[in-house]
């Protein structure tokens, strides 16, 4: 990781500028950059390799619309020869200059030989070169864990990296395994998770100075989402690795907050679990009682999500956090509402989600608020149980998957929740196809300005 940034200074000019730049760089150049630009047709926008006389590459120029904008070079890395190079950029673009780079390089490798640049790009500062191979390395977590095949990111997988993390940062990390959660009553965990031969799981990793104000962070962990007895068609079924995506965001939003050691007291909660059939499967039509004590009849096997949160959320509250925040792939229904590459999400704050969505905005990282609309909890209504799993109208699910987990969040708590896609349907600069970190850098952002003061 180190390679992709460094404060090395000697390496070869790599000019990047806003295309309106463009005409006062090129008043600049000398007549041999001039000519080269003009034979090879360059029209100040993309990329140019400018040689010497003999040939030798001794400058890059690269013009974008947006040098600020975070993904802007995502392509750039990769389309330039094995070497070091120096940024000369305006010192206010550097930071989304960097991080574009460096994500740009990102590839999943683990189960083939790709090819990776060898480029390495010179900042003005060591200090900034950190700060933003942070924040490439979460992101990059986030995608690598989604991104593993479910056999290899079960459970159990997603437990051993919790624990490597708590052990590289010091933090503490239990785990309730199997029937453990029925003897800790932790009952949707375990029925939803019953039916695999790998076993649920509720992974709790706390760190920091206990005096900090407490921030937990809960995150789905369905390693695959095959339905349960509600089966999902296959084309539904394909991509359900990334159900484990939520667990992926607050694993990656935790390292981030334990690097930068921010001053809270953080604790991270994932129910893991692989929703599968098997004659012990749960089925349409039984009852659960959660651990909040509401009974909760089955209406879909397929809306499981909520269902292994709802425990979760309700631990989350016993030591009273300042801020709680899940994050999920809940629903199908916020891609229809938002498309694939806008994360909704729904807060008990406003004035927490206002500063939610700038943080997002100044990052690049853009978050959209959804409504808690409360007059659609009577969808819930069970003739034999406290309430369903799911309302029988498809309309709104997204909100009504909200409003389902928000049963069991207490009043008082200010709370966010967060329905992502974790996964790119496109590619995009520097956002490869597969798994994908939506609002990480936004939440970060938003709980450094509140708590580091
Ligand atoms: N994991 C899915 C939601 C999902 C589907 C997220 C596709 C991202 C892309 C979730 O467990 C689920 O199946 N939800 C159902 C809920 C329904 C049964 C109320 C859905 O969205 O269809
Ligand atoms: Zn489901
Ligand atoms: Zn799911």
New binding site residues.
Partial sequence: MNQLLNANNQGIPLSILSTDNFDSWLSQQNELVRTWLKQTQYKGCGLSLIPNHTGALTQVVFIVETPEHYFSCGELAKQLPAGQYSLKADTKHHEAIAFSWAIGCYQFDVYKTVEKPQVTLGLASQTLADKVLKQVEATVLVRDLINMPPADMMPEHLAQTMSDLAEQYDANMSQLVGDELLEHNYPTIHAVGRASCHKPRLLDLTWGDEKHPKVTLVG?G?CF?S?GL?L?PKV?MR??K??M?GAAHVIGLAQLIMTNNLPIRLRVLVPAVE?VVSSNALRPGDVVKTRQGLTVEI??T?????LVLCDALNEAQNDDPELLIDF????????IALGTELPGFFSTNRKIANDIIDAGEDVFDPVWQMPLYQPYKELFKSEIADMT???TV?QG??I??ALYLQYFVDEKTDWLHF?????NNRKLSGRPLGGEAFGIRAVYTYLASRFNA
Avoid at 302 to 306: N, Q, T, V
Avoid at 328 to 335: D, K, P, Y
């Fill in positions: 789905k369905v989402d339905g509600d999902k539904g991509n359900m990334k159900d995506g929703n209406d879909n397929d809306a499981e999500g909520r999920a792939t809940l629903t199908g229904a916020m891609r799993n799911c309302p498809p699910a997204a009504c998957a329905d992502v896609m974790a996964w």
